[in-house]
């Protein structure tokens, strides 16, 4: 439904849940400036323009969603892509890219696309992800040490040549307040989750630097005074020859927002219980990406940070969103002189905490036990984000995974798992092994896997999930006709886990194959879901659904039922 989520349920929002959302978008308002500012910074752009990007992205975001508790605005991720455009093409280069990209996000979203973006690889997301976020600590390396480093390269191995050349000139004063800035960001959380550890260091290190009057870079004397009125739109000058060679980073732009935005607005379902929009999402990730330039702003998407804010503080509607927006508005505008005094290692410190949690490396190192073609996915999308471009990587990514997946096919999948997936059989067709030729108790629910469980499947296995009002006491898991399982699909077990967990419902894995079984053992779901409860065929699965619930065991024959008599009705 391409309807914004704001005009549907706009007529149900209550005084109380108003100044839920009031509250909520005021704290964001709070955590998102010094990110804005920073994001702006790291991507070769000044302090205002990452501002100017939360604000008028924010809002269209909140107001034209599909999510109830979105907030849009720059982001880590586009930190890479954004500084090596403005190297090549200049500003005027970034302003047509990231209006190209909103384009592409309105014609994804009106053609329903959103759906599409979950099968993008897991390995290919974490590979990209992990490499974001070793060029964004590569990229703070100077302010860090306060390095006499006039300009830096974007080129990841010249980078770090130039910072080897010049650790002699480190200023041990920056140094000191970056590691003090590391310091209250770690350990802040044990004090209070209610005020964010970055507004505390960014408080204690400006006084420290001024008071002391410490030589530290700040962003005065970096971009010198930060205006304090509303940019005035401005439209690029466009050329086709430009045009041509930035179709590539467009759609890097585009692909990137709809992953960010779509993972944010999921996760984001989880923690509410609620169901959001993903092509409208798209369509108003589109609409802020073609505005926020015109004003000077940098490319915008959901940031899933300021998201699960936003929820953790009360935010349920896109209220919180607008007012988050509004909020930075009125601090750039009648308190935005008061951000030059920031110290450039204070938001390096900032960067270098966003770059660990953007890292996933834990992640990282369970793929690494992944089947070895999600590894060659995994390691060959990290080291081209890392060392050449993030637009190549992505591209190469997406590729070798649709390579990979049809060699795995062609080597597990047998002749009557192929016959099987392309004849449409009756329900009436002879299946002995057939769910509804069992007897199923009351308290079971038993869900069948068909076909090769990879990126495609395990969506499909999760929006299946989702339907499921009240959960069973015991889910049987029944894989007789998945041949093989990729990476993708053991994260969606181990999510699923967690979550059966939390509901108290128990879960065991019937006719598992010998490369699932493999894979299992690899990426340590064998132990998670424990060797007791994995089982090679349904009547053992059923009997110890029998034994969890209390109940005695059926024999083999007695197991097997005829079509039209089931125990209990599940199944």
Do not use: C
């Not at 966003?354 to 073609?373: C, D, G, H, I, Q």
Request: charged fraction near 15%.
């Amino acid at each position: 439904m391409l309807k914004p989520k704001l005009l549907t349920i706009y007529k149900t929002i209550t005084r109380e849940q108003f100044i839920k959302d009031f509250t909520a978008g005021i704290i964001v308002g709070i955590v998102a400036l010094p990110l804005a500012i920073a994001f702006g910074i790291a991507s070769g752009v000044s302090p205002q323009q990452g501002l100017i990007t939360a604000v008028i992205g924010g809002f269209i975001v909140s107001f034209l969603g599909g999510s109830r508790v979105q907030i849009g605005g720059p982001t880590g991720a586009f930190i890479v892509i954004v500084y090596g455009i403005i190297q090549n093409y200049g500003m005027n280069g970034l302003i047509i890219a990231t209006m190209m990209a909103g384009v592409i996000l309105v014609v994804m979203g009106i053609a329903r696309f959103g759906s599409i973006i979950k099968f993008i690889p897991y390995p290919v997301v974490v590979g990209f992800t992990s490499g974001i976020a070793v060029v964004i600590f590569s990229s703070q390396i100077k302010d860090l040490f306060g390095l006499s480093i006039k300009n830096i390269p974007a080129d990841f191995s010249e980078k770090w040549f130039l910072y080897f050349q010049n650790f002699t000139s480190t200023n041990h004063a920056a140094l000191l307040i970056a590691l003090f800035s590391l310091f209250i960001m770690i350990f802040w959380p044990k004090v209070t989750h209610k005020i964010p550890g970055s507004i505390i260091a960014i408080i204690l290190t400006t006084f420290l630097v001024h008071f002391f009057d410490l030589n530290v870079e700040t962003i005065g004397s970096r971009f010198g005074n930060l205006p304090s009125a509303f940019p005035t739109p401005t439209l690029p000058h466009l050329d086709f020859a430009v045009i041509k060679g930035l179709i590539a980073p467009a759609t890097t732009i585009a692909i990137l927002a709809a992953i960010e935005s779509l993972l944010s607005a999921v996760v984001s379902d989880g923690m509410i219980g609620k169901q959001h929009r993903s092509n409208m999402e798209l369509v108003a990730q589109g609409a802020a990406n073609i505005l926020s330039p015109i004003f000077g702003g940098i490319p915008v998407t959901g940031a899933i940070a300021r998201t699960v804010t936003n929820i953790k503080n009360g935010g349920r509607t896109p209220i919180s969103g607008i007012t988050h927006s509004i909020v930075l508005l009125l601090i750039m505008l009648f308190f935005g002189q008061w951000a030059k005094l920031i110290p450039m290692a204070t938001l390096a410190a900032i960067l270098v905490i966003v770059a660990y949690n953007m890292s996933e490396w834990r992640s990282f190192k369970s793929l690494l036990k992944s089947p070895r073609s999600d590894v060659i996915v995994l390691l060959t999308t990290f080291f081209l984000t890392v060392i050449f471009d993030l637009t190549i990587a992505i591209e190469i990514g997406m590729i070798l995974a649709v390579l990979l997946f049809m060699r795995r096919m062609a080597l597990v999948t047998n002749v009557g798992v192929i016959t099987r997936e392309l004849t449409d059989e009756d329900d009436e067709s002879p299946d002995p092994n057939a769910i509804g030729k069992h007897a199923v108790p009351d308290g079971v629910e038993v869900f069948e896997i068909n076909g090769p469980f990879f990126f495609g499947a395990a969506s499909t296995f999760k929006d299946a999930m989702r339907f499921v009002e009240d959960p069973p006491k015991v889910r049987i898991i029944y894989m007789r006709n998945v041949p093989a399982i990729d990476a993708t699909g053991l994260h969606t077990l181990r999510e699923f886990y967690d979550e059966s967990k939390k509901l108290g419902t128990k879960i065991i894995l019937s006719g598992v194959h010998a490369q699932p079984l493999f894979a299992f053992t690899q990426a340590g779901l064998l132990d998670l879901y424990g060797e007791e409860n994995i089982f090679g065929n349904l009547d053992d699965a059923l009997d110890h659904a029998r034994e969890i619930l209390g109940k005695p065991k059926l024999g083999r024959s007695e197991n097997f039922v005829p079509t039209v008599k089931r125990e209990g009705a599940k199944g």
